[in-house]
C-alpha cells in the first residue's frame, strides 16, 4: 500500500508479499480496509514511540522540541531511504487517497493528524510560556506545522531527494512565531514583567 497505494494494493498481491494464504488474510482482516487500518495504528505506536515519545522526554524547553522533531524525523526519514523503504508519510499518503473513499480510514488518519497536533500544541504552549515564541492560537500553529511536515514529506517522495525534507522544515521556527535572539526575555525574568 505504501508503494502503490491502497487501491492498486491487491488482496492477492498483499498475501503473495506477506507469504500468507487468502483465507488467513480474510480471517484477521474481514476487508482491506481493515487491514490499512491495523497498519495506520501500527504505523502511528511506531512512529510516536521512535519521534514524539522521545522528543516529549526529552528535557528541553518548546521550541527545541520543534528542532528535535524536525531533526529525528530527517533521521528516519533518511534512514527509511537507505533501507530502501518507500519516503513519504504512510498518513498522508493514505488519507489523501481514501479521505472521500473510506469513512473509517478518513476518520482513523484524522485521529492520527489530531493527535500529532497535541504534542505540537503542547511544545508551542511551552515555549509560548519561555516567551520563546509570540503568543498566538498554538492549535492553529500546531496543524500549520503538521501540514508543514506533511508537505515536506510529500515533495520528498515526489522528488525521490529526502533532502527536500530539511529544506521545507526550515519554515517550522517561522510558523511557530518565534521571536528574533534581541527580543528575548533576559533569562530570569518573570513573565509577568514582559
Not at 484477521?28 to 504505523?43: G, I, N, Q
Not at 515519545?53 to 522540541?65: C, I
Amino acid at each position: 500500500m505504501s508503494r502503490r497505494g491502497y487501491a492498486a494494493a491487491g488482496v492477492d498481491d498483499l498475501c503473495r508479499l506477506a507469504g500468507a494464504r487468502k483465507g488467513s488474510f480474510y480471517h484477521f482482516f474481514p476487508t482491506k480496509a481493515d487491514l490499512a487500518l491495523a497498519a495506520l495504528e501500527l504505523h502511528w505506536s511506531v512512529i510516536r514511540q521512535q519521534v514524539f515519545e522521545p522528543v516529549a522526554e526529552a528535557g528541553f524547553p518548546g521550541l527545541d522540541r520543534l528542532h528535535r522533531l524536525v531533526d529525528r524525523s530527517d533521521e528516519l526519514h533518511r534512514q527509511g531511504l537507505a533501507e530502501r523503504q518507500v519516503l513519504g508519510s504512510p498518513f498522508g499518503g493514505l488519507g489523501q487517497e481514501m479521505a472521500l473513499q473510506d469513512d473509517r480510514i478518513r476518520a482513523a488518519v484524522l485521529a492520527v493528524f489530531d493527535a500529532q497536533c497535541g504534542y505540537l500544541e503542547r511544545w508551542l504552549d511551552e515555549a509560548s510560556a519561555a516567551r520563546q515564541i509570540v503568543s498566538g492560537d498554538n492549535r492553529a500553529r500546531a496543524r500549520q506545522i503538521l501540514a508543514i511536515l506533511e508537505g515536506a514529506l510529500l515533495l520528498s517522495r515526489v522528488a525521490r531527494d529526502p533532502g527536500v525534507f530539511p529544506d521545507v522544515c526550515a519554515a517550522v521556527a517561522a510558523i511557530a512565531g518565534r521571536l528574533p535572539s534581541a527580543a528575548r526575555p533576559a533569562p530570569g525574568t518573570a513573565p509577568e514583567l514582559l
